[in-house]
């Protein structure tokens, strides 16, 4: 271990040793977030559970919005992704995400305002509740219960969609996720009946299962794919809409959880010019220098390299669901692969499994986020306390 600056400390070299060493593991894992991140399956159930009770058939009333907006940040501000990619871009209104205090001016009485928080008094949260109750416009709330957001949903007369917080928000995608879908499917906007939302939680477990700390590294995907990035620059990008979600949000836990550096997008966009990563210096030119006789463990740092990991969406009746013919999206992402394998870039692939939009989007995200617990562990990090969070948060509210 070493300690670096403002208290932090970890392994510059990921121990492979230890992701076998399940007691090892939960040592090294004190505020459980495997086991956090094992309850996404349970986190559909419940959700799925309060948001019936939470009378959303009254937001039908008024008809069809003329826009939805989900208001919120972070792990919040995902949903909105994860609701915009499930609609389709077949979906009757715009599905806008906003990630800042407020709302767009243009809201009014028309549209419908989801409000999402997993603490449930994030500012940005807060200020779109408070904006949308004042413009009239329709509003939901998600977040935390007994909270700030549920006092301003309650003032409002508006739904207000409890997820108990159990686990960070990076943690809780789900729990904060199935009420937006719901909510959304009460406006008819969704088809996401209780088949698609038990399927997906049925996804989850078992991939869980899969994932668990005490599968040996060799049959677990997640701890595979945690040690193909270790000392990596990872690339992250997504063959369709639904897989770039699932990508982003690999995004967002690997720099939370394992506090690496990461591109992601989706590969229409990388074929647009990202893809000459793979010619740069920790691409082509790197690999073109690699002796393939070196011992990895005396790689000094500065031959750190890019990892590739590909999303892929088989996708279901794609033609029907997506702007893009599913035979575009699959010859790219074969050319992306081609490409890498003639540079000696690694490539680590990912491909969608379920019968639905939700439970394809589950089986790309489920593994990922796995992965990158794994990869701080590996590092000596604790996935849980993210100092340099903390240290933000303290210095902003100066």
């Given amino acids: 271990m070493i300690d670096g600056t403002a208290g932090v400390s970890g392994r510059r070299d990921a121990d492979e040793a230890l992701l076998d060493n399940p007691e090892a593991l939960a040592e090294a894992d004190p505020g459980g977030m495997l086991r956090h991140t094992a309850s996404a399956g349970a986190q559909v159930r419940e959700s799925a559970a309060l948001a019936a009770e939470a009378n ?6 008024d008809g069809r919005p003329r826009a939805v907006v989900i208001a919120g940040i972070g792990t919040a501000g995902r949903t909105g992704d994860v609701l915009a990619t499930v609609a389709g871009p077949r979906c009757p209104v715009p599905i806008i995400g906003h990630r800042s205090a407020g709302v767009p001016g243009w809201v009014g009485a028309a549209d419908v305002v989801i409000a999402v928080s997993a603490s449930g008094r994030s500012p940005e949260a807060l200020g779109a509740a408070e904006a949308a109750h004042r413009r009239g416009a329709r509003l939901v709330a998600v977040g935390a219960p007994d909270s700030q957001l549920q006092s301003i949903a309650e003032q409002a007369r508006a739904p207000f969609i409890p997820v108990p917080r159990r686990a960070p928000a990076r943690a809780s995608l789900w729990a904060l996720t199935v009420p937006v879908l719901l909510a959304a499917r009460s406006l008819g906007l969704v088809k996401v009946n209780e088949a698609d939302l038990a399927e997906t939680a049925a996804r989850l477990d078992a991939d869980a299962d899969r994932c668990r700390s005490a599968a040996e590294s060799f049959v677990n995907p997640a701890k595979s794919l945690a040690l193909g990035l270790a000392g990596s620059i990872p690339i992250v990008w997504g063959s369709s809409p639904l897989a770039t979600v699932a990508a982003r949000r690999f995004g967002d836990t690997l720099s939370a959880n394992a506090r690496y550096p990461v591109v992601t997008g989706a590969l229409g966009e990388a074929g647009r010019g990202r893809v000459g990563l793979l010619d740069g210096v920790f691409g082509g030119l790197a690999e073109g220098e690699r002796d393939i006789f070196a011992d990895p463990a005396e790689d000094d ?12 969406d088989g996708g279901l009746n794609a033609e029907d669901d997506t702007d893009e013919p599913l035979a575009v999206e699959e010859r790219r992402a074969d050319a992306v692969q081609t490409l890498a394998e003639r540079r000696g870039v690694r490539c680590d692939v990912v491909t969608a499994e379920g019968g639905s939009a939700l439970e394809r989007l589950a089986s790309l995200i489920a593994v990922p986020d796995f992965a990158s617990i794994y990869l701080a562990l590996a590092h000596g ?10 240290e933000m948060k303290e210095l902003s509210n100066q």
Avoid at 56 to 61: G, I, K, R, S
Avoid at 301 to 312: D, I, P
């Fill in 56 to 61: 959303l058939a009254v937001l039908a009333d």
């Fill in 381 to 390: 990090l604790d996935p849980m306390a993210v100092p340099a969070i903390t």
């Fill in 301 to 312: 740092g500065e031959g750190t390299r890019l990892r590739l990991v590909l999303l892929r």
